[in-house]
Structures are given as structure tokens and as C-alpha cells.
């Protein structure tokens, strides 16, 4: 139904999401994760949960198309979690299938990234999964990050690949194979960080792959660092 019939409490909460995914946009770019309109920042919308799980129905994205300076809150586009259009005078980007279908089926995931950034694409180029040996990675992905399936944009074949990989995984991150990354997070800022530091690991663990073999941290270790970071640190 169109975003007008949705009670005002949805109305505000989608309001403030497109301000929220708006100025998260901003990131890809400063952090050298995109080029001209690929990639895309997606959030779900969360409104007061006294108002019950049944509102959690709608997810805010970057229309397709569209450059990085053009946007604005009032240019991101609301689809269900179906991926039809709600709200939004532009179509919704061509990844919002994968956006959706994650959504629907991790219901803890609140925001979702995906970038061509070019170190991160080059492992998925290969589908090789990039090793775990920086405790950066173990702190922030909790093992290797993952490779999912070859799959065809424009349904949601890619948002099963994503699912299905996470499921298995520590990792907020995975390689679409020939495709590229996206990451989850609890919401769209996690999310953007995820992708900024899986870029930073696949340019480093390459780099360290050119001087030699690098050396895996064993799992003992990995399991302590991310537990540190995720439940200590990080709190």
C-alpha cells in the first residue's frame, strides 16, 4: 500500500531513516568504495516497538541511477520487503531484491551495503574467500570472509546466496562471486563500516600476499579476538 496509508508514527520513522541512508550514501565515496552510481546503502525502518514487529515492513534505499551528489533524503525511495515500490518518484536501485530478501529472512539485520570496492571485487573475481590472518579481521569478521554464489541480478537469487553464506558464518561480510561484497549490520552504519573495513583487509592481505605467505592465525586465537572485540571492546 502506498506510504500515505501507513499510521504517521510509520510515516516519521521512514522520514528519519531517508535522512539516516541519505547521509550514509556520503561514505561510499569519501572512502573510495564506489564509482559513478554503483553501490548502495539500504536501512530497515524501526519504529517504537510498542507499535509491535508488524510495523517492521519497510526499507529505505538509493534510487537507481542516480550519482552520489544528487542525493537526498527526500530522493531515497521506500519499498516492502518484497521489494515493491512504496514511496519514491525514481525506480528503487537494481540490488533491492538481495536488500529485501535479507531483510525478510534475517530478521536481526537492520542495514545493508553493497559496493564494488576494488580490492574486495578482485577476491570475489577469484572466489577465493580472504584468509583470516590480521587480528583486525578476527576483531571484526570473526574468521575468513566468505564467498557466495554466482548469481544473476534482478530477482533475489543474490539475497539467497547472501543468506545462505551468513547463515555459516561469523563474518558480516561476503563475496558474491563475480559480483562483489555486501555487508550487514544491525543497522545501515554497521553495515557501511563493515564494507569499508573488508575493503581495507582485501587491499592488506593482497599487499602481504605479493612480499610472501601469510600466516593464519590459529582458530583458538581468532575465536578470543572476536569475542574480545565483539562482547568487551566493542561495547
Not at 531484491?97 to 577469484?126: C, I, K, Q
Not at 563474518?171 to 549490520?185: E, K, Y
Request: charged content about 20%; some cysteine; glycine content about 8%.
Amino acid at each position: 500500500m502506498p506510504l500515505t496509508d501507513y499510521p504517521e508514527h510509520v510515516r516519521e520513522a521512514v522520514a528519519a531513516t531517508r535522512e539516516v541512508v541519505a547521509r550514509l550514501h556520503a561514505e561510499l565515496p569519501r572512502w573510495g568504495l564506489v564509482v559513478w552510481t554503483a553501490g548502495n546503502v539500504s536501512q530497515r525502518v524501526v519504529v517504537d516497538p510498542e507499535h509491535g514487529p508488524s510495523e517492521r515492513d519497510l526499507l529505505v534505499i538509493k534510487p537507481s541511477g542516480v550519482t552520489y551528489d544528487e542525493l537526498t533524503p527526500e530522493s531515497m525511495v521506500v519499498c516492502d520487503l518484497d521489494g515493491t515500490l512504496v514511496d519514491g518518484e525514481r525506480s528503487p536501485s537494481s540490488d533491492t531484491a538481495a536488500h529485501a530478501y535479507v531483510y525478510r529472512h534475517l530478521p536481526e539485520v537492520g542495514g545493508v551495503v553493497h559496493t564494488h570496492s576494488t580490492y574486495a571485487t578482485a577476491w570475489a573475481a577469484r572466489a577465493e574467500p580472504v584468509p583470516c590472518v590480521l587480528t583486525m579481521m578476527a576483531d571484526e569478521f570473526g574468521g575468513p570472509i566468505p564467498i557466495g554464489p554466482f548469481a544473476l541480478i534482478g530477482d533475489d537469487s543474490i539475497g539467497r546466496g547472501i543468506v545462505d553464506t551468513l547463515r555459516e558464518s561469523r563474518s558480516p561480510a561476503v563475496l558474491m562471486q563475480n559480483h562483489g561484497p555486501f555487508t550487514i549490520g544491525q543497522d545501515a552504519k554497521a553495515a557501511v563500516k563493515a564494507a569499508v573495513m573488508v575493503e581495507e583487509v582485501a587491499r592488506t592481505v593482497h599487499i602481504s600476499r605479493q612480499l610472501g605467505d601469510p600466516l593464519p592465525i590459529p582458530q583458538d586465537k581468532v575465536d578470543s579476538l572476536f569475542d574480545r572485540y565483539q562482547n568487551v571492546y566493542g561495547r
